[in-house]
Each structure stands twice: as structure tokens, then as C-alpha cells.
């Protein structure tokens, strides 16, 4: 799928106008809207959502900015700030299902998860890989990948029951794959690229000159020094010096004093 470059310009949006029907979050989140309302109320300035609008069209699709925009409900006010790019339901789809990776609330593993289905439910998607489906959704491709197979497990089962609905499917995966935490999530994505790393046929030098990076630098430098954070703390969790040992083990054996 290819968006065409249009212009993109602000505008106060009546709430009334404005079509929130495409969400790809799991949930909204309560207290984030209850943030955002006692901020709004103390005059806060927000960033203006995303929406898209085909010319001449009435009501506009809502891509990005959810809670905001409850907020604003919440709080009665009648119009707030919209960037608008012009663009049909689809393309706010496309827009929406890699939102929130760089600004608002994180997206929790539920959230990423619905974004995955969402897109592999999309005829316009048809016939995707699974890379393209992680890059779209911002999501790791083990985590699409993982998905793809629940979805190929719970069509098997459907159809050994004697049925062939793809609804049926969805709703299958679900209900029966209960969302990690957020910590367990993180650890996912973080170990499937430490494999992909591990997976490279070649070595850190070469594999600077065969891909190329030397315009990521900076990431590279930045995940460098994560790790090397990461392995100081093992070391460090791991190493007990023998004199405190002896100390602790001491101090439980002495008697108490009378």
C-alpha cells in the first residue's frame, strides 16, 4: 500500500466531527484520561491528534490521539486542535496501527497485539510477510510471528470441529492468549533481537560493512551502553565477596546474648 503525499495542516475540529471508531488499543486507559482532564483544566497545552479526511468530507477519522480526546469530552470542551492529512478510512487505519511507539502512553503488549491482528484482518495487507507487518505495526517480528502461528493453531481446531469461520479464529486467539505484563513483553522483543544479532553469519565488523551502518550509529553507541549497564548489574548480582559471606554466615550462627 502506498499513501500519496498530501498536504497536512492544524485546524480546531468540533468534537462532534470527529470518528474515533478506528481504536487499536486494547482498552483506553482510566487514568491516563484522568491525567489528561486535570491537566486540561489547569490549561494545559496538548499536542493536536491525528486525523484524516477525504476532500469535502463531513466527518473526520480519528488516527491517533484516543485519550486526549476523551479528555476533552470529559471536560466539555467543544473543539480541539486536529492535525488533518488527507486520507480515506484506510489510510487512517495505516496511520493508527503504528501510532503511540514515540509519544503518549506506551503501548502495553495487549495494545501491540491488537495492532497485529487488526492489520493480518485488513485485505489490504493480504499477502504481507511478517516483516512488513511488524514494521507497519512498530512490533518485533517474533511477536508477529508468534501470532501468525496462534491464529494457523486456532484455524486448525476450528476446522477439526467441523468449522471454517475466520471470526471464530480471531476470537479464539483472543481469549485463550492472556496478554504478558509489560516487563514480560519488553523481555520478548529484547531476546528475539539479541537472536536475530546471534543468528548474523558473520561478525560485528563485517557486519558494520554489509549493513550499512554507519547512518545508526548512534543507536548502535546507545545499545552498547545499555548493555554494558545490563551486564555490570549480572556481574554485580552475581559476585558476593567471601568476606561478607563469612560475615553473614557468622552473624547467624552466634548466639544471642542473655
Known amino acids: 500500500m502506498t499513501t500519496a503525499v498530501t498536504k497536512i495542516y492544524s485546524k480546531e475540529l468540533t468534537l462532534e466531527v470527529i470518528d474515533s471508531s478506528i481504536q487499536t488499543r486494547y482498552?483506553?486507559?482510566?487514568?491516563?484520561?484522568?491525567?489528561?482532564?486535570?491537566?486540561?483544566?489547569?490549561?494545559?497545552?496538548?499536542?493536536?491528534?491525528?486525523?484524516?479526511?477525504?476532500?469535502?468530507?463531513?466527518r473526520y477519522?480519528?488516527?491517533?490521539?484516543?485519550?486526549?480526546?476523551?479528555?476533552?469530552?470529559?471536560?466539555?470542551?467543544?473543539?480541539?486542535l486536529c492535525t488533518i492529512r488527507c486520507g480515506d478510512r484506510?489510510?487512517?487505519?495505516?496511520?493508527?496501527?503504528?501510532?503511540?511507539?514515540?509519544?503518549?502512553?506506551?503501548?502495553?503488549n495487549a495494545d501491540k497485539r491488537k495492532c497485529v491482528l487488526m492489520a493480518m484482518n485488513c485485505p489490504a495487507y493480504d499477502g504481507w510477510s511478517l516483516r512488513k507487518i511488524a514494521d507497519l505495526c512498530r512490533v518485533s517480528r517474533p511477536l508477529v510471528s508468534e501470532i501468525?502461528?496462534?491464529?494457523?493453531?486456532?484455524?486448525?481446531?476450528?476446522?477439526?470441529?467441523?468449522?471454517?469461520?475466520?471470526?471464530?479464529?480471531?476470537?479464539?486467539?483472543?481469549?485463550?492468549?492472556v496478554p504478558l505484563t509489560q516487563d514480560e513483553s519488553d523481555r520478548t522483543e529484547l531476546c528475539g533481537a539479541l537472536a536475530v544479532i546471534k543468528s548474523f553469519p558473520y561478525n560485528g565488523a563485517e557486519g558494520y560493512?554489509?549493513?550499512?551502518?554507519?547512518?545508526?550509529?548512534?543507536?548502535?553507541?546507545?545499545?552498547?551502553?545499555?548493555?554494558?549497564?545490563?551486564?555490570?548489574?549480572?556481574?554485580?548480582?552475581?559476585?558476593?565477596?567471601?568476606?561478607?559471606?563469612?560475615?553473614?554466615?557468622?552473624v547467624t550462627n552466634e548466639q544471642p546474648s542473655v
Not at 90 to 100: C, D
Open 148 to 177: 501468525k502461528q496462534e491464529i494457523n493453531e486456532a484455524a486448525q481446531e476450528i476446522e477439526e470441529e467441523g468449522g471454517s469461520s475466520a471470526t471464530k479464529t480471531r476470537d479464539r486467539v483472543r481469549k485463550t492468549k
Open 61 to 80: 477519522i480519528l488516527a491517533d490521539g484516543h485519550h486526549r480526546l476523551e479528555a476533552a469530552k470529559q471536560v466539555k470542551k467543544k473543539t480541539f
Open 90 to 108: 484506510q489510510e487512517a487505519l495505516h496511520f493508527a496501527l503504528g501510532a503511540n511507539t514515540d509519544h503518549g502512553l506506551r503501548r502495553s
Open 209 to 250: 560493512r554489509r549493513l550499512k551502518l554507519s547512518d545508526d550509529i548512534d543507536a548502535v553507541n546507545f545499545c552498547i551502553d545499555w548493555l554494558t549497564e545490563a551486564l555490570a548489574e549480572h556481574n554485580t548480582a552475581q559476585y558476593q565477596p567471601p568476606d561478607a559471606h563469612r560475615s553473614s554466615r557468622h
Open 27 to 58: 482498552r483506553l486507559d482510566k487514568a491516563t484520561i484522568e491525567d489528561y482532564e486535570e491537566a486540561m483544566r489547569s490549561g494545559a497545552v496538548f499536542p493536536p491528534c491525528t486525523v484524516f479526511a477525504e476532500r469535502g468530507a463531513q
